[in-house]
């Protein structure tokens, strides 16, 4: 959506000529009457940098609008229209409406002065916007009128900047999370070499033992009993517990994620955890293990186990081999 501010001197256009541009171009815009005098720069071009004074507030597009007759009395003749090709980035052009309908709007496909020279100057600006070359913002707009096609230019050229707006949506975004990335401390796995390059059971695979997904949720990793088990990164153990499935198990809550080991041989204190401090040791406690191993689940901020089923398990679940370095 463009910003317009149209400064009008003179009849205000019909709501059915404003109907007709804003369907092609979408505008957000402001209204400004003005009775003052018309200042000219000679007989070819209005005085930009007094236009420019009219408008309070800059916006994407900037347009005046006056009479025909107001243009004739400053000794501008040879133009209904004109572009101000400066490097402002504002689309500034002013423009005044013949009685009857031009046959270069009918050729190109509109029902009112207003719309066509509108489009016209506006398209001036997108060429010379996208080519910096004031022979082009010139001679392609007038050669795409010839032929009819302006507002084929003008589609053009709004698909054009509606891509590099998206893209530069994407651009923010990616670079706000490089941003987050730098500041956000790198994590560790917390299974040592080398047995966390050993899995038993992965993450994701079916598993009918577990009615609620029917798949494995963690991650398994086979290592000796005892085995010293890493906080990930800056963070706290929040529960320290045991249960018939699961053993001794402890949830660490770093970040937006909420680490649980299970099975393990004996259990850590609650309490606040730097990274690399033990807050855990491998088993083979509870009744869903064959041996020892810890299992490592990893929730997307919260313990899931009363919410959790097979069709919202990747929503709730992370993969700790794609998490932890």
Request: with cysteine.
């Amino acid at each position: 959506m463009f910003k317009a501010t149209i400064v009008y001197k003179g009849n205000h256009p019909k709501e059915r000529d404003i109907a007709e541009l804003t369907v092609l171009i979408p505008l957000d815009i402001t209204w400004v009457p003005y009775k003052g005098k018309i200042v000219a720069q000679g007989t070819t071009a209005l005085d930009w940098a007094w236009l420019k004074t009219l408008y309070k507030e800059k916006s994407d597009i900037q347009c005046f609008l006056l009479p025909l007759g107001e243009l004739k009395n400053v000794d501008i003749k040879s133009h209904i229209g004109l572009y101000n090709l400066d490097t402002d980035g504002i689309h500034d052009f002013y423009i005044s409406l013949p009685r009857r309908l031009d046959d270069r709007a009918k050729l190109n496909g509109f029902q009112s002065n207003f719309a066509w020279i509108f489009t016209h100057e506006l398209l001036h600006g997108l060429v010379w916007n996208k080519t910096k070359s004031y022979a082009l913002a010139d001679s392609e707009v007038h050669a795409g009128e010839k032929q009819g096609k302006l507002k084929d230019m003008l589609q053009q050229h709004l698909d054009e900047q509606k891509k590099i707006a998206e893209l530069a949506t994407q651009l923010t975004w990616l670079q706000s999370l490089l941003a987050m990335l730098k500041k956000k401390p790198s994590m560790i796995h917390p299974v040592p070499l080398p047995y966390r390059d050993f899995v038993s059971q992965a993450y994701g695979v079916k598993n009918n033992l577990y009615s609620k997904t029917k798949v494995h949720t963690g991650t398994d990793y086979p290592c000796p009993p005892s085995t010293p088990l890493k906080a990930p990164a800056d963070g706290q153990i929040i529960v320290s517990s045991k249960s018939t499935q699961r053993g001794n198990y402890v949830q660490f809550k770093h970040g937006d994620y909420l680490l649980e080991m299970r099975h393990l041989s004996r259990l850590i204190p609650v309490g606040q955890y730097k990274q690399g401090d033990i807050i855990g040791y491998s088993g083979n406690t509870g009744s869903l293990t064959t041996g020892p191993h810890v299992c490592v689940v990893v929730w997307r901020g919260q313990d899931g186990l009363n919410v959790i089923n097979k069709t919202n398990w990747q929503d709730l679940t992370v993969d700790a081999d794609k998490l932890y370095i």
